[in-house]
């Protein structure tokens, strides 16, 4: 049952305070709608959400439902997974026949109701998105988003506007993206990943190439052709593949130097030359020659695209410039998968191939350690030094002989390494100099960050 079916007029939140959720009250709430939830605790969100006239209340309380929200017919209910099943606000809802759908279903609904331009694959799909998004926004098009990072242009997760166009971050983490109908898609990349859920790589390809069928007659899919998966288009869904150097999509002439990327955009519709990056680093050409193929097909002009590129600055966490002078430069990547760090070593390596590179690196979660230390030791053995800190353990409990030394013991002859914990990082920051330093992992080394940063500027 669609949401225009329906005639909704109010739509009430389970979960109104995640970053993933709170998108969709915004967006909701700009189209005019009455907007409320419930959330577990205030946050600096929630509070901004109640500042733009969200309702909302932080006690499991039907009675503190609005009024509005409690009429059937005109009111759709939507809830984050990690709602207890027993939650009496969702019971009540279930109980009265109300319309009551996850996150992943409502942006499904959009995509049905819009043109979902959505971005789908194991790694660089928060960059692609984000990418196409401001390229799109910037453009005479315009567009609504929903993304999975914050985004340095905006300060936020997503975009709201009058435009028929939404970029959506497609996620397959308990395959989200299988509610999607998008009009375009990109694929970045279906290195297995999830495997707790998916159980095997066969199941993982699988569902993206399911992922592929659901894409709109006359729409299109743009996929990264070293791709492993098999898709499968509906009759009448153009397909276009790109790559670095070859492919429909690609890139020539392409200089890095002095920390600046430039580059030719070599396209089936029209060429653009000289692309400057905004984000300079080499993992970004191929997530910019996508994210243009996007916005391209649907009618970006070339100016409209080199703008973008040139004035997009990148998401919080992923290859994060804090400091960038002759002397020092200082940066951190969330990048926690080995292909993530491999990538992320070899740009840096690539930017500043005759400096000194130190890399400072939690490693997050001893499951990932045991499975993947020696493709760690690979990715990082490209740098001049390592120093590593125990492992960030998230969820999990420790495993018996599982810590950094299995990195430490594999790091390359000739790289400098050192192993010290998450307390004496700062200290350490504080008694040496560096060259070029970065700070890698997802754990909570980054928290850090912004003191090192003011160490670093100080002693500079």
């Known amino acids: 049952m669609s949401m225009e079916a329906k005639n909704i007029r109010a739509v009430y939140f389970i979960g109104a ?23 577990k605790t205030p946050s600096e969100l929630t509070r901004c959400l109640e500042k733009e006239g969200v309702l909302i209340h932080y006690e499991e309380d039907v009675d503190q439902i609005p009024q509005a929200c409690k009429d059937k017919d005109h009111c759709l209910v939507v809830y984050t997974p990690a709602i207890p ?36 694959g194991t790694h660089g799909k928060t960059t692609t998105s984000s990418m196409c998004a401001h390229i799109m926004h ?7 988003a929903f993304l999975g990072g914050i985004t340095k242009n905006y300060g936020t997760n997503y975009i709201v506007s009058d435009s028929e166009y939404v970029v959506i971050e497609a996620d397959e983490f308990d395959r989200s993206f299988h509610w999607l109908s998008p009009w375009m898609t990109v694929i970045t990349s279906t290195d297995p990943d999830h495997l707790d859920i998916y159980g095997t790589k066969e199941a993982y390809l699988e569902s993206f190439r399911h992922y592929t069928e659901l894409i709109q007659q006359g729409g299109a899919l743009i996929i990264h052709r070293d791709l492993e998966m098999k898709d499968h288009l509906q009759e009448g869904v153009r397909r ?10 690609h890139a020539e002439n392409i200089k890095i130097e002095n920390g600046e990327i430039t580059f030719d955009f070599i ?12 984000q300079p680093i080499p993992i970004n050409i191929e997530n910019g020659i996508a994210a243009m193929a996007m916005a391209q097909l649907n009618g970006c002009t070339a100016d409209e695209l080199r703008n973008g590129m040139k004035t997009y600055g990148g998401v919080d966490r992923r290859f994060d410039f804090k400091i960038k002078t002759p ?45 993947f230390y020696e493709d760690f030791a690979d990715a990082l053995s490209q740098l001049d030094e390592v120093i590593l800190t125990e492992i960030y353990p998230a969820r999990e409990q420790p495993i018996e002989g599982v810590t950094s030394q299995l990195i430490y013991d594999r790091l390359a002859p000739g790289v400098e ?4 914990s998450k307390d004496e990082v700062l200290p350490l920051i504080k008694s040496r100099s560096f060259d070029v ?24």
């Open 17 to 39: 305070g995640g970053i993933g959720m709170s998108a969709l009250v915004r967006y909701f709430n700009h189209r005019g709608l009455i907007v409320a939830g419930y959330d």
């Open 85 to 120: 099943a027993d939650h009496k606000e969702l019971q009540y809802f279930r109980e009265h026949g109300f319309e009551i759908q996850k996150r992943a279903q409502v942006l499904g609904t959009l995509t049905r109701q819009m043109k979902g331009l959505c971005v789908a």
């Open 138 to 144: 910037q453009s005479h098009l315009d567009c609504n």
């Open 240 to 249: 276009y593949d790109y790559a670095l150097s070859e492919g429909d999509f």
């Open 267 to 278: 396209s089936p519709i029209e060429n653009v030359p000289h692309v400057e990056l905004g």
């Open 327 to 371: 002397e020092l430069v200082f940066l951190s990547d969330y990048a926690h998968h080995p292909k993530e760090i491999y990538q992320s070593a070899r740009s840096i390596r690539q930017l500043y191939q005759n400096r000194h590179i130190t890399a400072i690196f939690q490693p997050h979660l001893y499951t990932r350690t045991r499975d």
């Open 417 to 420: 390494k050192q192993m010290i």
């Open 437 to 460: 330093l970065i700070v890698l992992g997802a754990g909570d080394l980054d928290n850090q960050v912004p003191e090192m940063t003011k160490i670093l500027k100080e002693k500079n």
